[in-house]
């Protein structure tokens, strides 16, 4: 059992997103460390957010701290404006951690446990963020990087409660700013959850970029998604596959990426045969999605979930 309080459902729900603190120092930090060349930060697929309703952004996660959450509201804050920043889902461990809880708070993160009933979810929040490789993407160690870790599936089911279409989010940057050097899972027992060691105490130079993908309707399953283990299944690894797509091709000479296929390809090599011969992988440099695919027949549009009853996927226009 964690020694650290967890967070009431109760007490989750209540947004607590500072603005003008965002606005007056974390912003203005960011945007001097851009012009200093420190970070680069590009956006692509901006067109595929809707202007309008709810929104359920589900990203992939990396660094051991959560900057990518940060430049994926900066994007979407620059366009739609500050009532659109998303709300984040954030380990309840972390929500519980004097000073670290609070300043998370102020930035828009509300605990992991509220995300439980979305429907109770205050009328204001209109857009929201979901990691769905929870701590799990956010602590693998750095010569994994762009790997994802597997999906939850808890995403859809909010989309679902919250009748929003869901955004597939690649982040790049999370890997070498923050770059992980093990994974202190012994400390899960303390803490509530496994931690990332830095390899570094501060954010290294990285080039940042936010890219959005179509959204995905889960409207048209109604409410049933909510109950339908299925579904959000197949919905959660259909949008895993788009986000890995996009990691394995715009990553793909990166440092760390490469880092990291020469890693899988290693332990590929040591796959054998019955006979005993050793065979690489040729998956083994792709990620989750890849070694997925080579399983299971490819359906047409990446971004898109299957309709209820059908192999076809559903997908709606931004």
Do not use: C
Request: aromatic share 8%; proline share 10%; hydrophobic share 45%.
């Amino acid at each position: 059992m964690s020694i650290l309080r967890r967070t009431p459902i109760s007490e989750a729900v209540a947004p607590a997103l500072d603005h003008a603190f965002v606005d007056r120092r974390l912003v203005p930090i960011i945007e001097r460390l851009v012009r200093l060349g420190w970070f680069s930060f590009e956006v692509e697929g901006m067109e595929h957010v809707p202007r309008t309703g709810r929104v359920v952004f589900a990203p992939n996660h990396a660094g051991w701290f959560a900057l990518d959450a940060f430049f994926l509201a900066l994007a979407v804050r620059r366009t739609l404006g500050a009532e659109a920043t998303p709300y984040f889902a954030a380990a309840d461990a972390a929500m519980a951690t004097p000073l670290l809880g609070s300043f998370l708070r102020r930035v828009g993160a509300l605990p992991a446990s509220s995300f439980r009933r979305p429907e109770r979810l205050p009328a204001e929040i209109r857009t929201v963020g979901v990691f769905p490789e929870g701590v799990e993407g956010n602590t693998k160690p750095f010569w994994e990087a762009y790997r994802m870790r597997p999906w939850k599936r808890g995403f859809v089911r909010v989309a679902a409660a919250l009748d929003a279409p869901i955004v597939p989010v690649a982040i790049l940057g999370g890997e070498e700013s923050l770059p992980v050097a093990w994974t202190l899972r012994f400390l899960e027992p303390i803490v509530g959850s496994s931690v990332g060691l830095p390899v570094f105490a501060l954010p290294l130079p990285a080039r940042w970029k936010v890219v959005f993908h179509p959204p995905v309707d889960v409207a048209a399953h109604g409410r049933a998604a909510l109950i339908d283990s299925e579904y959000s299944s197949a919905v959660a690894r259909r949008i895993q596959e788009t986000v890995q797509d996009t990691l394995d091709r715009a990553a793909a000479r990166r440092p760390l990426a490469q880092v990291a296929s020469l890693v899988a390809l290693a332990r590929g090599a040591f796959h054998s045969t019955p006979a005993g011969e050793p065979v690489p992988d040729s998956n083994a440099a792709r990620g989750p999605a890849a070694r997925e695919r080579r399983t299971r027949p490819h359906a047409p549009g990446h971004a898109r979930a299957p309709a209820h009853g059908a192999g076809h996927p559903a997908r709606s226009s931004p």
